[in-house]
């Protein structure tokens, strides 16, 4: 993803402008993505205005280490799960000044699937100051098809907690 496609460009375009109308920053806390929503998202000149900070947590210490999320929560549900996506959120909030935040974690593939969460599974969380939503999809695809799908969704998904909020 070194360039950007044009509807990533227009949604973050957007999302910068809705975030610099009400005067919040976000925050992104990623798993399965790598990095690549705060990549996107630096990739626009004026970021500096809005993108706060961006937490890569691939494993489940650093989840717990340096976001807060509870290893039992992890034990219980999966670090591929909407109780853990909400906890990221929450902690990218937490441990960042943002106001907003963004949480990925999923299996990319090709490996690591199972029948209960197949590759392709990921969860998204959005942390907004009106509360912690969830959900999760499946993509289709090669690892790459499937990390890409997981950014155009996060990102919409915040664009429409924070244009709507």
């Not at 992104?28 to 205005?49: F, K, N, P, R, V």
């Not at 670090?79 to 990218?92: H, K, T, Y």
């Not at 959005?126 to 509360?131: D, F, I, V, Y």
């Not at 919409?156 to 909020?165: D, K, N, P, T, Y």
Request: neutral net charge; glycine residues 14%.
């Amino acid at each position: 993803m070194n360039t950007l496609e044009p509807q990533l460009i227009d949604v973050c375009q957007q999302l910068g402008a809705a975030l610099r109308a009400r005067g919040w920053r976000m925050a992104s806390a990623e798993s399965c993505t790598g990095g690549l929503i705060a990549a996107t998202c630096t990739g626009l000149s004026g970021a500096s205005d809005w993108f706060e900070c961006g937490f890569v947590c691939y494993s489940n210490a650093a989840k717990s280490a340096h976001l807060g999320v509870s290893p039992a929560l992890i034990e219980q549900h999966g670090a591929v799960s909407e109780p853990v996506v909400r906890a990221l959120a929450e902690g990218a909030l937490w441990h960042s000044l943002a106001q907003v935040s963004v949480a990925v974690s999923g299996i990319a593939g090709p490996l690591g699937g199972s029948a209960g969460k197949p590759v392709g599974t990921v969860c998204l969380g959005w942390a907004t100051p009106a509360g912690v939503r969830s959900q999760t999809l499946h993509f289709e695809g090669d690892r790459a098809a499937v990390r890409a799908a997981a950014v155009r969704c996060a990102l919409q998904g915040l664009l429409e907690q924070v244009a709507g909020g």
